[in-house]
């Protein structure tokens, strides 16, 4: 029987913190959440530790290099979605300060699914379950799993 591995839950350090779990929220997208967490360890290096500046400077030349190591998870679509959203998340440092200020800042939409909702809006491969995922494990207020639809 398969046993189910539910994420930790802690408020990231800092804006990369953030983006590393978003990033694991576009990668989880179709596959069991022990591949990911497997594999995990060799996207650090190969995304810059999620150092948000760098990702967002990568180019088609870097996704080509990533898609040769069998380390990865080798999705060029989602790989390309983490660069985008790192593009995205340095306007939003521009607009809120921080990553983290943006996202504490939803909160004022009260619902969940408003959150949920603007959250796919914003960023690249972040559907329902990855937003959910995603606030999940930044320590957001998330419902049970089973009324995540509300």
Known sequence: MYEYHIPPRKRPKDDNGYFEILSQSVFQAGFSWDV?????PHFRPAFHNFDIEKVALMTPRDVARLMRDERLIRNSAKMIAVIENGR?????????GSFKAFILSQRKLRSYAK???ALVKTFRWIGPTGAYHFFWCVGEKVPEWEQRNE
Not at 36 to 40: F, I, N
Not at 88 to 96: A, F, G, N, V
């Open 36 to 40: 990911v967490r497997r594999k995990w």
């Open 88 to 96: 995205i998340i340095r306007r939003l440092q521009k607009e809120y």
């Open 115 to 117: 959150r949920r909702t």
